[in-house]
């Protein structure tokens, strides 16, 4: 019997079977679940029991962060390890607010990942260390959650007033929070804003 059962959630079949198959060949590793989709995480993981949680962030239907965040809550004895092809500090930072034990990039090999399980499963925090040190210089997001929410809800192109109607704001309130997240993003207009905010990955 292997020791680590492992969730594994990354939306590209060729990537999730690949991950699957290598992490298999390890004496101690078990891949117990696979999903494509971020809603379908915490019912896989509530059905399968996983002891680690492998999880993208950009996923379809769910982010892996509000994921890992529901997973502290509701599985508690799950330990979450982000894997993604986005190092950015912002989302390290996320990361680490919604309870990850483990964040790494998926450039790495697949020994360091099998690593990193063992050791987040141990009860350590591991951490790409290029990341980390991007992290800590890049500084904390400067936007609020409201600001973040008006950006987000603008990303597609959507008028002030479709904005304003699905966060039951009204129009100028929504027009302070853009004013105010193109000032604190150093950008000149909210498509800009939206761009440095997730390049930041604080959207």
């Avoid at 680690?52 to 996923?59: C, G, K, S």
């Avoid at 790495?108 to 141990?122: C, D, K, Q, S």
């Avoid at 350590?124 to 400067?142: I, Q």
């Amino acid at each position: 019997m292997k020791d680590i059962r492992v969730l594994l959630a990354e939306d590209q079949g060729m990537m999730r079977g690949a991950l699957a198959l290598l992490l298999g060949m390890e004496d101690d590793i078990e891949v117990v679940a696979q999903v494509r989709a971020g809603d379908a995480i915490v019912e896989a993981a509530l059905l399968h029991r996983p002891d680690v949680a492998l999880l993208d962030i950009e996923l379809p239907g769910r982010s892996g962060l509000d994921a890992a965040a529901e997973l502290r809550e509701r599985l508690p004895g799950c330990r979450v390890l982000i894997l993604t092809t986005f190092g950015r500090p912002g989302y390290l930072r996320r990361a680490m607010e919604a309870g990850a034990a483990g964040f790494l990039v998926k450039d790495g090999p697949v020994e360091e990942l099998a690593a990193a399980i063992r050791r987040v499963l141990g009860g350590e925090t591991v951490v790409d260390p290029a990341l980390a040190a991007a992290a800590l210089s890049a500084g904390p997001n400067p936007l609020t959650r409201r600001e973040c929410e008006v950006l987000e809800a603008a990303a597609d192109g959507a008028t002030v007033a479709d904005v304003a109607g699905r966060l039951h704001l009204s129009e100028s309130t929504v027009r302070n929070y853009l004013s105010s997240a193109i000032g604190k993003t150093g950008t000149r207009n909210r498509a800009e804003a939206v761009r440095e905010a997730r390049q930041q990955g604080w959207l």
